[in-house]
């Protein structure tokens, strides 16, 4: 559910940047005329992008500690599910920034480059999980890792995956089976 919630965050950031190079909106021209380089604006545009992704970034903690999910809770989790979630954050604004290249209405932007992160987080996710239980693709699925490293959801998934699979296996082995 986290995944399929932070998917939708790309699709707000390409939304601004594809519509960007319409031409009833095109500021980043007027501020190539008025002297602002392009890095500046790429720039600027990333420290907004990841302000406002503090937001729902800091909502989700707090929701996690609100509902009270031990497993992204304890042992240190908490810390790891902020840091999986802010590394998300930071290199999901890049990827879109490359993404957004490819569309030319920001309408067609949102919505197939949401579709792509959710399809790439849970089906890489998916595929790299039933890789790893099947003797014979355990091979093929090491190779792949790298690939599969290279999208930001994929990551997010794995690494949450792997965060509460630890944290239950550490309850487990603790003896506490106090949840059921």
């Known amino acids: 559910c986290i995944m399929i919630a932070f998917a939708f965050v790309p699709g707000g ?3 601004f940047v594809v519509r960007e190079k319409e031409a009833h909106h095109n ?3 007027q501020q190539m005329i008025s002297g602002a ?3 500046s604006f790429w720039l600027s545009t990333y420290a907004f992008d990841v302000l406002v992704y503090m937001i729902p970034l800091i909502l989700s903690i707090l929701s996690i500690i609100w509902v009270d999910l031990d497993q992204l ?5 908490l810390w790891a599910c902020f840091l999986l979630l802010l590394g998300y954050g930071l290199s999901v604004s890049t990827c879109t920034y490359a993404l957004s290249f490819l569309f030319e209405k920001h309408t067609q932007a949102q919505i197939i480059v949401v579709l792509f992160n959710v399809f ?7 595929a790299q999980f039933v890789m790893a239980q099947i003797e014979e693709t355990q091979y093929v699925n090491e190779l792949l890792m790298p690939v599969y490293r290279l999208s930001p959801g994929f990551c ?5 995956f792997t965060l509460t699979s630890s944290s239950l296996v550490a309850q487990f082995m603790s003896g506490d089976d106090s949840d059921g």
Do not use: E
């Open 37 to 39: 380089s392009v890095v």
């Open 120 to 126: 790439l987080g849970l089906v890489l996710m998916i």
């Open 156 to 160: 997010l998934g794995h690494g949450l």
């Open 73 to 77: 809770i304890v042992n240190g989790a």
């Open 27 to 29: 500021s980043k021209h």
């Open 13 to 15: 950031i390409v939304v």
